[in-house]
């Protein structure tokens, strides 16, 4: 084989200066969530012009509390799928363990124990989805959505359809009172993202989601224990499921049955809008928060300016799938070069 | 550690023993011997099924062998999985790259031992230490913060041998390890094979281009069908022919009837047909009655041909005419318009509906013509399936058993007969005889050369030179994407096509 040893390695230098780093700025701009905080920048612009009531305190105070129970519960469900699991039944699950918390109050159970009680089911419901994944081999979509019906069916039952209040005064100062004049609902989303944002990136068993989710075959031949995580991060998502059960019920003074109901699809809607892979593998709670922050800011705009809310849904779903084709085809021109 | 250093020097790196290895119906390794040196590069070569990919799995210990004894530096070793292997100071990087493409390359190289300062994951240490080992490796030019997939193909393997380095590999297999790598990264990987040679690691590498043994190798061992051929010192005497002539010497006849069907006018041309870099300006004819061979090495791209053929891979330059025509095949679509069937080698996986019946799998290809009244008529189906399960002699229980739990010869035939009844004029057959038995091999290669006889032409591409030689009336051979030669069946010898498909 010919092989010219001067001109080889004047190949190589030249191939080693063109493969510089890619500047920190250039990252930013090809990272998905610039594009969204983008988008966001410009609906806020557009509604703080356009409406004199947007930017007001009265009305972000409004907005931050009502996402806030869809917040809480998207944080551990990104990290769940980034690894590839999807968790469809958390809307049940939060009707099912907030109900058990306040009938368990209603029928002598003190505050503390009522809360415990329902945080302790919200983690068991959460461990049985793990449970059929792990062990039936069931794919997490069809395990969630079934468990999703039969929670939502045990909520039913076990209320018979009927709202349970009269709730003690010290539950819902958990859901009404506040800290440094920021209603503790706000307080929680704030501490779950914050707490969500750093296990992800630097708790190792948390980091792995993304090794599971990228090729879960190689991440299992490396060694990570990937049915433990399963358990770990459904069980996770369960006591986050109740937990917002617990502040929203608080919140409200009362919980029935159709509790949390829509909030699975709006919150795996949220999700894909921030880029967190519906195949696993890719995907921040940064990312996460601008999906729920948008899917809130768009529900909100249209109350303000006047529209028929219904049209919300109309409008989510054209994000939904305009983000993702723009995510696709960004990739495919990327893929081409 | 003196002793052991001046032990190690006339110890050799790995021996085998007598190591047997069987797979269902094969045998795949048959008391293997000999000795890998210390610190030389010692290639392995052979043909297709020679053995080569079984033999480094037992070593890298994906396979446990049934039989025989591995010495790994003068001590007995037992091999029983990955992390084994590993310890022994064994690694390998596979053909096929299996990283986590989403994450950086730093992530990957640690991806089973993370940094950690005070539990939490150190990302500064991670991307410093990464940074450590791709510079030791003598790769600058690699970014550690970049993900893997956005890195080419080339440096990706690289970051995999840095991997192994890192882990105080002593012994590193390279698997094929050019086949996807670009002129420049191949003289790269050789500069950095150079550089590992004078640390004092050991190279075990397979390769099927001649030209990287010659150049690389110190030592060669010759693998044949599972056999131990020979393991000699390379020499300024070696050359390619003698490899070749070490890689083939085998004889089997079979007798499939060439030359008895008559041979008509062209039906179809290709003419310089390239698709991306695994076809390149490919032309050649083929005439009614006709069954044409495309020999090469796994890789060498006759699959992908055929593919660009039938419109299942874009084509990027070329064109196709049928009968004189020039046509436009841009999908599976357009090929079954033009008469054209392909049979693909993928058997489960892209050609049969394995969870239906043998009866709904043969009206596959043609589900129109099974319409009574414009709905769906199993009855039909049911008259079509049955004259082919007599005409082919298809072994099954009923119309109704389920395609998934036949054998192989009569998947194979399954198959075939979903082509048939679409009556094509053209049938491009990819390793006709994959998984196989001998009988039903005989019984599939005369039902070729019938159809032949009604006037339709065949290709086939097999990866068995004994099968090609046997079967078909002219033989084209391919190397690296392009045609190298052609022979009739007569000119034909296996050292002909070994030579062509080395690219000699």
């Not at chain 1, 305190?57 to 769940?80: C, E, K, R, Y």
């Not at chain 2, 005070?118 to 510079?135: F, S, W």
Request: with cysteine; net charge neutral.
């Amino acid at each position: 084989m010919s092989m010219n040893a001067e001109t080889l390695m004047e190949v190589i230098q030249k191939k080693e200066k063109t493969l510089e780093k890619k500047s920190f700025f250039r990252r930013i701009l090809e990272a998905r969530e610039f594009s969204l905080i983008l988008i966001l920048a410009v609906i806020v612009a557009a509604l703080t012009l356009s409406t004199d009531t947007f930017a007001s305190s009265a009305n972000l105070t409004v907005m931050l509390q009502g996402m806030s129970v869809d917040m809480i519960i998207a944080v551990p469900m990104a990290i769940s799928l980034v690894a590839g699991n999807i968790d469809f039944s958390v809307g049940s699950n939060l009707a099912l363990s907030s109900l058990i918390a306040c009938m368990a109050m209603n029928n002598g159970a003190s505050t503390i124990t009522g809360m415990l009680i329902g945080l302790v089911s919200g983690i068991l419901l959460g461990l049985l989805n793990a449970l059929i994944i792990n062990k039936f081999r069931i794919t997490p979509l069809v395990a969630t959505m079934g468990t999703w019906m039969a929670y939502k069916g045990l909520a039913l039952v076990i209320s018979s359809g009927s709202t349970v209040a009269n709730l003690p005064d010290g539950f819902k100062s958990f859901g009404r009172a506040k800290l440094f004049g920021i209603p503790l609902p706000i307080v929680y989303m704030v501490c779950v993202v914050i707490l969500g944002m750093f296990v992800l990136k630097y708790i190792d068993f948390f980091n792995r989601a993304y090794y599971i989710g990228g090729n879960q075959a190689s991440a299992r031949l490396a060694g990570m224990n990937t049915e433990l995580f399963t358990y770990v991060s459904y069980g996770l998502t369960g006591f986050m499921s109740a937990f917002a059960g617990l502040v929203l019920a608080a919140r409200l003074g009362a919980v029935s049955q159709s509790a949390g109901s829509g909030l699975e699809f709006r919150n795996v809607v949220a999700l894909l809008i921030g880029g967190v892979s519906m195949d696993g593998g890719e995907g921040t709670i940064f990312g996460a928060v601008l999906g729920v922050t948008l899917m809130q800011i768009v529900n909100n705009s249209l109350v303000l300016l006047d529209i028929n809310p219904s049209w919300t849904q109309v409008i989510t779903g054209s994000i939904l799938v305009l983000s993702i084709a723009i995510d696709k085809a960004s990739r495919m021109k990327k893929s081409a070069r | 550690m003196d002793d052991k250093e001046e032990k190690s020097m006339d110890v050799p790196a790995i021996k085998l023993i007598n190591v047997n290895k069987e797979f269902p119906g094969v045998k795949a390794l048959q008391n293997v011997s000999f000795d890998i040196d210390k610190g030389k590069t010692h290639c392995i070569v052979g043909e297709n099924g020679a053995g080569k990919s079984t033999l480094m799995k037992i070593l890298s210990g994906a396979y446990t062998p049934d039989s025989g004894d591995i010495i790994v530096d003068g001590e007995k070793a037992s091999i029983k999985s990955p992390a084994d292997s590993i310890r022994l100071g064994i690694g390998i990087v596979y053909q096929e790259l299996s990283n986590f493409s989403n994450l950086t390359v730093a992530k990957n190289l640690f991806a089973n031992n993370l940094p950690h300062k005070k539990g939490l994951i150190d990302y500064g240490k991670l991307n410093t230490d990464a940074r450590k080992v791709l510079d030791n490796a003598g790769l600058t030019y690699i970014d550690e913060t970049a993900a893997m997939k956005d890195i080419s193909l080339g440096s990706q393997q690289m970051v995999e041998i840095a991997k192994l380095l890192s882990l105080d590999i002593k012994i590193m297999i390279l698997d094929e390890p050019t086949s996807a790598l670009t002129e420049v990264e191949i003289n790269k990987l050789y500069s950095l094979i150079q550089e590992l040679k004078e640390k004092g690691i050991t190279i075990i590498y397979i390769s099927h281009k001649l030209n990287e043994i010659l150049y690389l190798a110190d030592n060669i061992t010759v693998l044949k069908d599972g056999n131990h051929v020979g393991t000699f010192k390379k020499t300024p005497e070696t050359t390619k022919e003698t490899l070749v002539r070490l890689m083939v010497g085998r004889d089997v006849a079979y007798d499939y009837k060439v030359g008895t069907s008559k041979i008509g006018e062209e039906i179809l041309a290709v003419k310089n047909l390239t698709s991306g870099t695994t076809v390149r300006d490919v032309s050649f004819s083929l005439k009614r009655g006709e069954i044409l061979g495309i020999a090469g090495l796994e890789g060498s791209g006759r699959t992908e041909l055929l593919e660009s053929i039938f419109g299942w891979r874009s084509v990027s330059q070329g064109e196709i005419l049928i009968n004189n025509k020039k046509v436009k095949i841009n999908s599976p679509m357009d090929a079954k318009k033009n008469k054209l069937a392909f049979i693909t080698k993928e058997r489960k996986v892209q050609g049969l509906f394995l969870s239906l019946d043998v009866r709904k799998n043969i009206a596959a290809a043609s589900t129109r013509r099974f319409r009574k009244k414009g709905l769906v008529n199993v009855g039909l189906m049911a008259e079509n399936a049955k004259k082919y399960i007599d005409a082919m002699g298809i072994k099954v229980s009923g119309l109704n058993q389920l395609t998934m739990n036949l054998s192989g010869g009569n998947q194979q035939k399954v198959l075939l007969s979903m082509w048939l009844t679409a009556d094509p004029d053209i049938i491009l057959i990819d390793e006709p005889t994959r998984g196989v038995d001998v009988g039903a091999k005989a019984e599939i290669h005369n039902l070729l050369r019938d159809l032949t006889k009604e006037g339709k032409a065949i290709i086939i591409v097999s990866s068995e030179m004994p099968e090609i030689m046997a079967s078909c009336d002219r033989i084209l051979v391919m190397h690296e994407g392009q045609i190298t030669g052609e022979l009739s069946n007569a000119e034909a010898t296996e050292e002909m096509i070994m030579k062509y498909a080395s690219g000699v």
